[in-house]
């Protein structure tokens, strides 16, 4: 396998941990699985950790144990990503009792502040890395629960990770936790329940999704789109980016996006799957009636002058999607006619 290859191969591992886990991913897999296709690359997990569930209980109690913490937190993260897919029942109940059990949360957030200590000191190597994804692989599983992803917003736990989403140090190993952080957020709001969208709202993710688009990788700008169309499919979210009294939100956000639009427009194929998110953030914007003059006001050129001619014509979807903004701004181009 070539370094092109390996490397895709490693993203699409880290894909299966973070953007796979959200429920309106599938036309991300599916311009993910056309990529992987074109160098003849599929990946499917084969781990066999913990085949027996009455190991579960005991591992979970392992975390109490700091000698026996970082191996616990091996295997149960494995283990959740091996049950998601083959065993969905499996993984629902792994995050009720990861939930409920003695001080499994409290532990797991000693393990978050630790990481970010380390981080800020700069004593951070690839073992850390690693322990830290585990943690947040467990929080996903919690967040997916429907049974406990309220209580865990309550707890005030997940607002502890923001800061992972809105860092920017200089470590290429960072945007792995980075997207972990975000998918966590990711599979607690996908459910659109009001009290996580306003927990959202007044933990301001809707800035840490903007750094995450501005500055994060690709990987972690998709999944800061799904963050933020998911709070913009919220009423409530999107009257208060589109609020007057939050003016600087939208305008820093329609910023963010056109630079991203003109970056795209130069190398189309950096992700067609982001562009899809930045129309689709547009439209959901358009459905305010403040939203949609600002829209108007700061739609790309790029939109309009055929810059995605080439991108719609291999991804026709983004085409019927920006055709849709175009009639909802009163443009009309021919450029994207599919």
């Given amino acids: 396998m070539d370094n092109s290859a390996e490397r895709l191969f490693e993203e699409q591992l880290l894909e299966e941990r973070t953007l796979n886990l959200l429920s309106n991913s599938k ?5 993910s699985e056309l990529r992987l296709q074109k160098i003849g690359l599929v990946k499917k997990y084969k781990q066999t950790w913990l085949r027996s569930p009455m190991l579960l209980p005991e591992t979970i109690l392992q975390l109490q144990h700091h000698h026996l913490r970082e191996d616990a937190l091996h295997r149960l993260s494995h283990y959740l990503l091996e049950r998601r ?5 499996d993984y629902v109940r792994t995050g009720y009792l990861l939930y409920n059990s003695c001080c499994t949360v409290t532990i797991l957030l000693q393990e978050v502040l630790l990481f970010s200590l380390k981080l800020v000191d700069g004593n951070v190597d690839s073992r850390s890395y690693k322990r830290i994804a585990n943690v947040l692989t467990l929080f996903q599983c919690i967040a997916a629960n429907s049974e406990t992803r309220n209580d865990f917003v309550r707890t005030g736990v997940p607002s502890y990770l923001i800061p992972l989403i809105e860092l920017n140090p200089p470590l290429p190993m960072f945007e792995n936790v980075r997207a972990v952080a975000l998918s966590v957020i990711g599979i607690l709001c996908q459910a659109r329940e009001p009290q996580i969208i306003k927990w959202a709202i007044r933990s301001k993710m809707i800035e840490a999704c903007r750094i995450s688009i501005e ?4 990987l972690c700008k998709v999944i800061g789109m799904h963050i933020l169309e998911t709070i913009l499919l919220d009423r409530s979210g999107l009257s208060y980016i589109c609020s007057p009294m939050r003016n600087n939100i939208l305008i ?7 630079r991203m639009v003109a970056v795209l427009a130069i190398d189309q194929d950096i992700s067609p799957r982001f562009l899809f998110h930045i129309i689709s ?4 914007l358009c459905n305010d009636e403040r939203g949609l003059p600002v829209v108007m006001h700061n739609l790309p050129n790029d939109f309009i002058s055929g810059s995605f001619y080439e991108t719609i014509k291999e991804y026709p979807i983004i085409g019927v999607s920006l055709n849709q903004l175009l009639l909802a701004v009163g443009v009309h181009s021919m450029q994207y006619m599919v």
């Fill in 215 to 218: 500055v994060g990788s690709e």
């Fill in 252 to 258: 820093k956000l329609m910023g963010t996006l056109g």
């Fill in 281 to 284: 953030c547009y439209i959901l």
């Fill in 85 to 89: 897919e083959e065993e969905p029942e």
């Fill in 27 to 31: 036309i991300d897999q599916d311009m």
